[in-house]
């Protein structure tokens, strides 16, 4: 019940205030340590292929487990000193996890300058949120890089944590962030992390493929009650969830393509680099500025539904119990 009650009072904090930019957040810390890391392991393990797995293995164990007992001992010294130190540093932990607020500014920060016309200015936002290359992007290609980043990330930045939260708490909510904050830094398949990466990609495939999964039938839910073509979602999900070298990544794309009745991902630059990708949904029609505001109520819906979901399970579990 104490689980439950922390996730649910994170979440509407999350909701409510985002990720302010003057705070210090736990995956900047993450993100810190496995670049420290990462130099570290390279010197110590051979440069050949089986060094670098072997390095990358020790990395995407060590941040896993790090990720996992760190808050774990935070908690439990606040619960031997008072149960609400304890309650209230839970709190706090589950609001860090889920990035529903910051996932929704982020993007409609993108929407604003598109709307009005100032093309550069929605370029420069966008490259803060995907990892391509932006400068040469149409309007169109920026409205829908932004819908495939909500998309994608409403099961890996929301749901997934979300699940993990009430199944295990805060330590199982970090573990997970690590392991996702692992993936987005060193999962490539480019010539430096085709090995070294290899394992915290296998990792991150590996925990987000129930939550994805449980991500786009809630978001065709969501589609459903929103008003939009819920009915095409479905069809596009079970038709085009495998179009991307992830196993997880195309389901939501897939599903807020068919919400939207637009034609998401392709081929794109990265790093100075096309990069052919299949594409996901029907070319029903452009993508443009006002698909990105659908996308975050999509968003947010799909997240509201899945804690509902999380929660209810959990305190029948309980109950049962």
Known sequence: MEICLAVLCGYLLDLILGDPHWLLHPVQVMGWCISGAEKFLRRVFPKTPRGELCG????AVGMALLGFFVPFGILYAAGLIHPALRFGLEVLFCY???????????????????KNADLPLARHYLSWIV???TQNL????????????????????????????????APL???????NTMDSMIGYKNDRYLYFGRV?????????FIPAILSAWLMIAASHLLGLDGKNACRIYKRDHKNHSSP?????????????????????????????????????????????????RLMTLTSILSLCLFLAVRLA???LW
Do not use: W
Not at 96 to 114: D, G, N, W
Not at 200 to 208: E, H, I, M, R
Not at 255 to 280: E, N, R, S
């Open 56 to 59: 990358g293995a020790v990395l």
């Open 96 to 114: 860090q996890i889920p990035a529903t607020k910051s996932l929704r500014t982020e993007s409609m920060r993108v929407y604003e300058p598109l």
């Open 131 to 133: 990892g391509r290359d």
């Open 138 to 169: 149409d309007e169109e290609h920026v409205a829908k890089a932004a819908v495939e980043t909500v998309a994608e990330n409403t099961s890996d930045g929301i749901v997934a944590p979300l699940f993990y939260l009430v199944i295990g708490g």
């Open 173 to 179: 909510g970090f573990l997970y962030k690590a392991i």
């Open 200 to 208: 915290a990609a296998k990792l991150d495939d590996a925990v987000n």
């Open 248 to 296: 997880n990544s195309a389901r939501t794309e897939s599903v807020c393509a068919g919400a939207l009745g637009v034609q998401l991902a392709g081929d794109a630059f990265y790093f100075g680099k096309l990069v052919h990708k299949p594409t996901i949904g029907d070319p029903g029609r452009p993508v443009t500025a006002q698909d990105i505001p659908l996308a975050c």
């Open 317 to 319: 579990g309980v109950l």
